[in-house]
């Protein structure tokens, strides 16, 4: 009995030190979270900053000076390219260390060495997109120009140094949560980190419901709902600007390939009215007289945000803007002569390929009236707590073969048809650090138009001002040349006339300098209008936003940063402008109830501002959903065949002029419906669904409450992400918000002799949720306000508000 004792009295504390010890599931060893010298208490911030440091990095040339605001925003002060780098790398990471690992780990397909098997085929679908290869590509390109190469290495440097100087206790606390520690950085991470965005941006696609759609109703069907071109437009490029160039020969399209069958994956549409927007005034329009440029990139939003603000300065280089953490370089911002931003282009630079294989083996396939060979990329997966699984994947010249078969439970195969190689200009060598770093010391039009040369991905619109009074934007990137609706539809990988046929120029590229209107502007809708000669992409953003912001620059005279800083929260609808008269004179108010004659009473009175106190937003946006689900659904919902709805432009073309077609009519039931009846069902559907969600119309139904916009925490840990933010904006304005997407970084820049910079994120500059400075800027976001940003001349600017200094020595 005794010895039973003793063996319990040992056996039982070595388990509950060994299972407090250990991570089970999702929940991380408590013990070592708990740790009072280790642990998550380790993490929390002292409220007061300690005013200055030195370290010694031997890494470095000279001494750095770094100058943290009141906001904790670095300045970096150095002596060299080599060291404004390398410090920029120390005190991103010092900041955001788990972000940067977190993103390049799931754009890497690594995540299930941390969260074991439940994220394998997420892994394998990120390999299978050629992820990696695509990074290994493009850091080719990085390290082939000295510049660029210095960037990245002395950027890898100075993360690496500050990894290094951590122990277990200062490891940020998601690193504890997950239990796992940090590891080395490598330049491939900063690569991996640019596809990543490629892949946010431009990894979307509908040629698998198109060509679903052109299978079932066949050419005309798809020319009549799914137009080339806009009926509504206000293209980026002003209407009837002349094209200065002899454009190449356009390619020579097959015949029509119309054998594809319906996609065996479920596909994820496009979303068609989430974006970004950026415009620059001239002059001219200005109280100043110098122009100003505003952009707010509209993103997923995260805690930690998306962006680092930060200051470079060393001989040659002196910018301020926004960074992504985990790349070199400024890529939003302004320095003493020029200000840029960006919005997605959103071009046609991603194709899937039918590949005919010889046998089960996928050794040869067929192309060019000829049996080529495959060759094989073997992707290890290691995973946590499990053995290390070999992936298999075929590449043709097109690039790989996403999927053979289809993947068990997994969601995240979107856009990828089985059978199908993957043509994506992510995968191009390519070398996107050498625009930024021309950028960020450019000082005219010409040092703008030289950076743009060297961008190939993500496409997106450039926009420049400049003290000399110049301003511009470049719809920009490398663009395939192609034929006419070229990857619209799933194309023939056995046919070369399929193939990418070259590229369009970069000095032929969509762009307009100093246009008569005194203005320039981008919301994602289309690049151009129909006189220009190549073929970017067949369907863009609706136009509505960059109507509302060209309406409104049109007329602007004497603005000021604070008159631009408005415009960017501006919450009219055009959509409802041009909708809701027509179908407010369709409701039949003789068969509403009580809540609905209220809602029918609010929405004939509201000014079509999406306001975060106003109720008419809510009740308007699920009326508007479900017209057009009452319009289209019956037609384009097939079961295992993936289908889209024509556009917004095309829905409300069909019910402001042609109230009679034979889409209304539901093909599922006896009796035919009209327009008037899809409205009225619709239009109850959204007042009941209102009521049961929100209870009697009254503030619950305020659209702030409906929107419900929050910022979470990166990996969706709970508790680490914001409060329910009250702010205006919908989807449709030009304050593009829904529940967590929207204004990623908001910048407006005074060009003059003394450019002022003002900006706002929605979080702060620290990655970690103990510190102050993790999410203080986020109410001042949410209430469409911008901080003054410090521009520093000196070390010894005292214009700043330096709460702390960090100086890096060499020895």
């Known amino acids: 009995m005794n010895k039973i004792k003793a063996f319990i009295c040992v056996v039982i504390p070595v388990l509950l030190i060994y299972a407090l010890n250990t991570k089970f599931g999702d929940t991380p060893p408590i013990l070592k979270f708990l740790n009072p010298f280790t642990g998550f208490w380790q993490n929390a911030e002292n409220t007061t900053v300690r005013l200055s440091k030195k370290i010694v990095l031997k890494e470095t040339h000279n001494t750095v000076d770094i100058l943290f605001d009141d906001r904790m925003i670095p300045h970096v002060f150095a002596q060299n390219d080599h060291d404004v780098y390398y410090a920029q790398g120390y005190v991103t990471a010092m900041h955001r260390l788990w972000q940067m690992d977190f993103q390049t780990r799931y754009a890497a397909g690594r995540l299930s060495e941390v969260v074991g098997k439940k994220a394998i085929e997420l892994d394998r679908y990120q390999r299978r997109m050629g992820m990696v290869f695509g990074a290994e590509k493009s ?33 940020p606390v998601e690193y504890k949560i997950l239990d796992f520690k940090p590891e080395d950085w490598t330049p491939i991470k900063c690569a991996l980190l640019l596809k990543q965005m490629s892949a946010v941006l431009a990894m979307g696609s509908d040629e698998f419901y198109m060509t679903n759609i052109r299978k079932k109703f066949g050419t005309d069907v798809v020319k009549d709902l799914f137009p080339d071109y806009p009926f509504k437009e206000d293209p980026i490029i002003p209407v009837g600007t002349k094209w200065d160039f002899d454009p190449l020969p356009i390619p020579t399209p097959p015949a029509d390939f119309t054998e594809t069958a319906f996609a065996a994956v ?175 010391r450019g000082k005219n039009y010409a040092d703008y138009r030289k ?62 300098k100093n ?107 699920l009326w508007n959903k479900r017209l057009d689900f009452n319009i289209w659904s019956d037609e384009f919902t097939v079961a295992d065949v993936p289908m889209r709805h024509p556009s917004r432009d095309r829905t409300l073309h069909l019910i402001l002029n042609e109230p009679n077609s034979k889409w209304i009519d539901n093909v599922n039931t006896p009796a035919k419906e009209s327009l008037k009846d899809l409205v009225n069902e619709a239009f109850k559907y959204a007042c009941d669904s209102m009521e049961r969600k929100y209870g009697a119309i009254g503030k619950t139904w305020q659209w702030a409450n409906v929107k419900n916009t929050n910022v979470p925490h990166l990996a969706k840990i709970p508790g680490f992400g914001s409060k329910i933010l009250m702010n205006d904006g919908g989807k449709m ?79």
Request: no cysteine.
């Open 266 to 440: 479920k596909t994820k549409e496009k979303e068609e009215s989430i974006g970004s927007n950026n415009w620059a005034i001239s002059g001219s329009k200005t109280a100043s007289g110098y122009p100003i440029l505003a952009n707010d990139p509209h993103l997923d939003l995260s805690l930690p945000s998306i962006w680092y603000q930060i200051q470079l300065h060393s001989p040659g280089l002196n910018s301020y803007g926004v960074s992504l953490p985990g790349a070199p370089g400024i890529t939003i911002g302004f320095n003493q002569d020029i200000a840029w931003g960006v919005t997605n282009v959103a071009a046609d630079i991603l194709d899937f390929y039918q590949i005919k294989f010889k046998d089960n083996s996928h050794q040869s396939y067929w192309h060019d009236n000829q049996w080529k060979n495959t060759t094989v990329r073997l992707e290890k997966i290691a995973i946590r707590g499990g053995k290390t699984e070999t992936d298999t994947v075929f590449y043709t010249h097109h690039g790989p073969v996403v999927y053979l078969q289809q993947p068990k439970d997994f969601s995240r195969s979107d856009n990828v048809p089985i059978g199908n190689a993957l043509r994506w200009i992510a995968h191009e060598k390519s070398n996107e650090l050498k625009t930024f770093y021309l950028l960020n």
């Open 139 to 171: 850091l080719e390109g990085m390290l082939a120009d000295p510049q660029s190469k210095e960037m990245i290495l002395a950027y890898t440097a100075g993360i690496n140094a500050y990894i290094h100087s951590l122990s277990p206790a200062k490891f």
């Open 733 to 811: 304005t030009i304050n593009a918000l829904s529940e967590s997407n929207g204004p990623s970084w908001r910048m407006v820049v005074e060009l003059g002799k003394t450019p002022k910079g003002h900006g706002v994120f929605p979080g702060g500059q620290s990655g970690n949720p103990g510190s102050k400075f993790y999410d203080n800027m986020i109410d001042t976001w949410a209430s469409g306000q911008l901080y003054d940003l410090f521009f520093m001349q000196s070390e010894n600017d005292p214009s700043a508000k330096i709460i702390s200094k960090l100086k890096i020595t060499k020895k």
């Open 451 to 512: 950076a743009l040369t060297f961008y190939t991905a993500p496409a997106q619109n450039f926009i420049f001002a400049s003290a000399e009074n110049d301003i511009a934007i470049t719809a920009n990137g490398k663009f395939p040349l192609k034929w006419k609706d070229q990857g619209k539809f799933i194309l023939d990988g056995t046919d070369p006339k399929s193939d990418w046929q070259g590229w369009i120029p970069a000095s032929q590229n969509p762009t307009v």
């Open 515 to 621: 246009p008569p209107r005194n203005f320039v502007s981008s919301a994602n809708q289309s690049s151009t209008d129909q006189t220009y000669p190549y073929y970017i992409n067949w369907s863009f953003s609706p136009y509505e936003r960059a109507k509302r912001i060209n309406d409104r620059l049109s007329v602007m005279t004497n603005a000021t940063a604070d008159s631009i800083r408005a415009m960017q929260t501006d919450s009219y609808s055009i959509y409802a402008q041009n909708v809701l008269p027509a179908i407010l004179s369709k409701v039949d108010g003789s068969t509403l109830n009580a809540t609905q004659k209220e809602a029918l009473n609010i929405l004939s009175k509201w000014n079509k501002f999406y306001r975060a106190n106003e109720i008419a937003p809510g009740i308007f946006d």
